[in-house]
């Protein structure tokens, strides 16, 4: 009874892959294999005609996970944190995967590379193995807004808690875009349950698309925004390494993460709805239950020109003054009503004229005529 009741008091949190095995205590993640090539999801996104444009320069994007391997050739981190008391390594590798995928940098000799290589990466370590606290969540979040973070990735599936929910609007109300996991079905029958804090409201969250843009058989339905690619992926491993074959919302995540960097880049001045709006507004249709918007689409979401934004951009029209301004504004034009009214007289004397002459300029014709001289019968003018 004491273990049960212990165990029920634990708040865990997942990350919102496959389920897999425990990763172990000590600090040895999954080996990584030395090559990878190409994806079909580097091909589908074909996030280089975008680079031309933006490479997400000047945005901050926080990767709340377990940790990331900074050692590593395609890495790049601006800052880093550590939550859990257990030094910066990551030693499960999600982490290191996840800022693969948003931030990987572009290299000759790698067909891999990230979707945004040029934003300032910020790892936040929050969770040691495949469980942690949901209180260390909130917190890791807060930790992401007050290091001025524009975006923050959680590749995180976790139970709905009043503290993760204030934590949540708090990054919120202070304009960052926040992008996680849709999670994963776990149950055996297949049923699927809201996966927080991705089916919060103001969360863009992320299912896994197939590589024909169908929803994935795992990736949960609930509360989908779009999709992003979840299904034989690669990306960067600890250890200097990659791995390939991943599969799971957590790693669709950082591919739409990725996009809305690019997305706040090249827009600076658009909000977090704002940008939200254009992600979903720009995304390939949906394809079913379960898949939100579809796939996410980066060229559309930085390149498409949004007439509600051009509206929303607009300048105010001024409102009409009141009556009683615009009588004081304008005086009466006394002169111009004296004329008015002479030029109106002037017409209606006319008018009496004329009627006067039509009436009475026939009798005098008659009146001219002699005493008893015939009438003009049967006369022929000219």
Avoid at 86 to 107: E, K, L, M, N, Y
Avoid at 238 to 253: D, I, M, N, R
Avoid at 367 to 372: D, F
Wanted: glycine share 12%.
């Amino acid at each position: 009874m004491i273990g049960r009741a212990l165990a029920a008091s634990v708040l865990a949190l997942q990350f919102a892959a496959v389920p897999a095995q425990a990763a172990p205590e000590r600090c040895t993640p999954k080996r990584a294999v030395m090559a990878v090539g190409e994806t079909w999801a580097q091909r589908r996104l074909n996030v280089q005609r975008v680079w031309p444009l933006t490479m997400g320069q000047g945005v901050t994007v926080a990767v709340i996970d377990s940790g990331v391997d900074e050692t590593h050739p395609q890495i790049r981190l601006s800052g880093k944190a550590d939550l859990t008391g257990t030094g910066f390594r990551d030693c499960v590798g999600h982490g290191t995967a996840v800022a693969g995928i948003i931030a990987g940098q572009p290299r000759g000799d790698v067909p891999f590379h990230g979707v945004a290589p040029r934003v300032k990466l910020l790892s936040i370590k929050q969770v040691n193995g495949d469980r942690g606290d949901v209180g260390l969540l909130a917190k890791a979040i807060r930790t992401a807004v007050d290091e001025h973070a524009d975006v923050i990735n959680l590749s995180i599936d976790a139970p709905d808690t009043p503290d993760l929910r204030s934590a949540v609007n708090y990054a919120l109300d202070s304009d960052v875009v926040i992008v996680a996991a849709a999670g994963n079905l776990t149950k055996d029958d297949g049923t699927s349950a809201p996966s927080y804090p991705g089916a919060y409201e103001g969360v863009l969250s992320v299912g896994s698309a197939t590589p024909d843009g169908g929803r994935s058989q795992f990736s949960n339905p609930n509360a989908v925004g779009v999709l992003g690619p979840g299904e034989g992926i690669s990306s960067t491993w600890p250890l200097k390494g990659y791995q390939s074959a991943l599969k799971g919302t957590s790693y669709a995540a950082p591919y739409v993460t990725g996009v809305v960097a690019l997305v706040r880049a090249r827009h600076p001045k658009l909000n977090e709805l704002q940008v939200r709006r254009r992600i979903t507004l720009t995304a390939d249709g949906a394809t079913g239950a379960g898949t939100g918007a579809g796939m996410v689409n980066p060229l559309l979401a930085v390149t498409a020109v949004l007439p509600s934004e051009q509206v929303a951009v607009a300048a105010p029209v001024p409102p009409p003054l009141p009556v009683t301004a615009v009588h004081k504004a304008v005086p009466p034009d006394r002169r111009s009503m004296e004329v008015a009214t002479v030029v109106a007289a002037g017409g209606l004397a006319l008018a009496g004229v004329v009627m006067a002459a039509w009436v009475f300029v026939p009798m005098g014709r008659r009146r001219r005529r002699l005493p008893g001289a015939p009438p003009d019968i049967g006369r022929i003018d000219g």
